[in-house]
């Protein structure tokens, strides 16, 4: 299995094994690497645009954070000072929101020197009323005023020790690389061989024939290409910091994830409805209709032409059945009774019976899940078995569907053209709203000349 997710710029990417554990892996299409991309990651590192990012961000991150602490620990100490009067509650209150002020700069430079999207959390709502004292109150009692401050303080002397340290490796590393094209500065203004490496009263030491400047050269080199991956350590401490302390809240971030997927369930259900009531109108009760019209035509004629009337009461009869026929394939398509009864293994194996193509289904559960998670893996399936028979084009196909963990995995396979993707507006972007809803996954793994792969993730909760 090699379905695959890729994440931000393209860089990381995760597959699934035969054994439904997931690996993650630099994104990598196969498609033939040119230029730079042909040589090994610690290779090309020093030259990257991302190492220069990390870089510039380590140098900004120092005067930023000297006015953003002098900021913080003066108006705290003013506001803390002046509280035996009613003056130090809105200097802290101002304190707390400059805070904030400096904490969306910071989250605008992760964003754009390191690509780290950390969402703004929750502005201050005052609950009761919106003059100043409304606003300095819920300001005062906001969580995440107070966690900009704690960065404000904190981010100071981490910001001092990375710059210090990526400044010096940057700095070393380059100068000794390149020192074979500046050396002729000391004989012709220092009036010295080369770059001193010891002296005393008595003895010194000088880079200045062909075999100390190439160690020179060579050690710089090693430098060059450490510092990358050792800036890049240092950034990974402030993307931690600009996550936890300038991001929203988990409980904010859930609340608003929880609010998104209520409206995927509420719009889902709403044309789920929908669908119903337009296949009864469109067919099973235009069916009776049509139905009972030829029913009272043939009580006319029954005393008259009993033949005819016979004819169209059997007619009326194929009428029946085809309506009983689309209102079981409704029903079915509402819950079948089989996924009830006898679980997942039959209810798929009847739905890949009705595909246009050889399914192979394999079903590999020791227990069955929560009903509701069993009838969304049915619903995910089935519509993956449609796209099968409308667009792909294949000869066979198959259905997976085992347990890894506390996860159920489901994946559909064809050998068809491929081409797909879980566009917007697409029939599987609307699958993976639904899926993401219960905090499910839709990957999405198709080619051009095809396979197709599509692996699907649910929660596993026990019935």
């Known amino acids: 299995m090699a379905s695959q997710q890729y994440g931000y710029g393209d860089e990381y990417a995760y597959s699934y094994d035969d054994h439904g554990r997931r690996h993650g892996h630099h994104g990598d299409d196969g498609a033939p690497r040119r230029g730079l991309n042909r040589l090994p990651a610690w290779l090309r590192a020093p030259v990257e645009g991302r190492a ?27 506001g803390a000072g002046l509280l035996i009067t009613f003056i130090g509650v809105p200097v802290l209150a101002a304190g707390l929101a400059g805070a904030r002020g400096f904490g969306a700069l910071e989250r605008a430079r992760a964003r754009g020197l390191l690509g780290l999207d950390v969402g703004t959390p929750e502005p201050v709502r005052p609950r009761k009323g919106n003059g100043p004292l409304a606003w300095t109150g819920a300001t005062l009692k906001s969580g995440v005023s107070w966690r900009h401050l704690l960065y404000g303080v904190l981010h100071f002397p981490w910001a001092t020790f990375a710059f210090s340290v990526a400044l010096t490796f940057w700095v070393t590393g380059w100068s000794l690389f390149t020192y074979p094209l500046w050396r002729w500065v000391f004989p012709m203004y220092a009036g010295q061989g080369g770059l001193q490496l010891y002296g005393d009263a008595h003895h010194s030491v000088y880079l200045d ?4 400047i190439t160690v020179t050269s060579l050690a710089g080199l090693l430098v060059v290409l450490a510092t990358p991956w050792i800036v890049r350590g240092l950034t990974t401490v402030d993307r931690l910091m600009v996550g936890g302390l300038l991001g929203p809240s988990r409980l904010a971030s859930r609340v608003v994830e929880l609010e998104s997927d209520r409206g995927v369930v509420v719009d889902t259900a709403a044309a789920d409805l929908r669908r119903i009531e337009r296949d009864l109108h469109d067919g099973a009760q235009a069916r009776l209709v049509s139905l009972a019209m030829e029913l009272g035509l043939a009580k006319e004629k029954l005393a008259e032409d009993p033949e005819a009337a016979a004819r169209m009461v059997d007619e009326a009869h194929g009428e029946v059945k085809t309506a009983l026929q689309e209102l079981r394939d409704l029903a079915r398509g509402i819950h079948p009774a089989v996924l009830t009864d006898r679980g997942l293994d039959a209810a798929l194996s009847s739905v890949a019976s009705r595909c246009t193509v050889p399914v192979t289904v394999e079903v590999d559960l020791g227990e069955r899940p929560a009903p509701a998670i069993e009838g969304i893996a049915y619903f995910t399936v089935s519509e993956l078995l449609q796209n099968v028979s409308k667009h792909s084009r294949a000869t066979r196909a198959t259905v997976d569907v085992w347990r890894s963990g506390e996860r159920l995995m489901l994946q559909v396979q064809d050998n068809g053209v491929g081409g797909a993707a879980a566009d917007a507006g697409s029939g599987l972007a ?9 905090d499910g996954i839709l990957l999405v793994d198709s080619p ?3 396979p197709t792969r599509v692996t699907a993730e649910l929660p596993w909760r026990r019935a």
């Open 448 to 450: 051009a000349a095809g």
């Open 209 to 212: 024939n062909p075999f100390e």
């Open 52 to 78: 220069w990012r990390e870089f510039c961000y380590q140098l900004l991150s120092l005067p930023i954070s000297i006015v953003f602490f002098v900021w913080s620990v003066t108006m705290m100490s003013l």
């Open 430 to 438: 609307g699958l993976a709203e639904r899926l993401g809803a219960v």
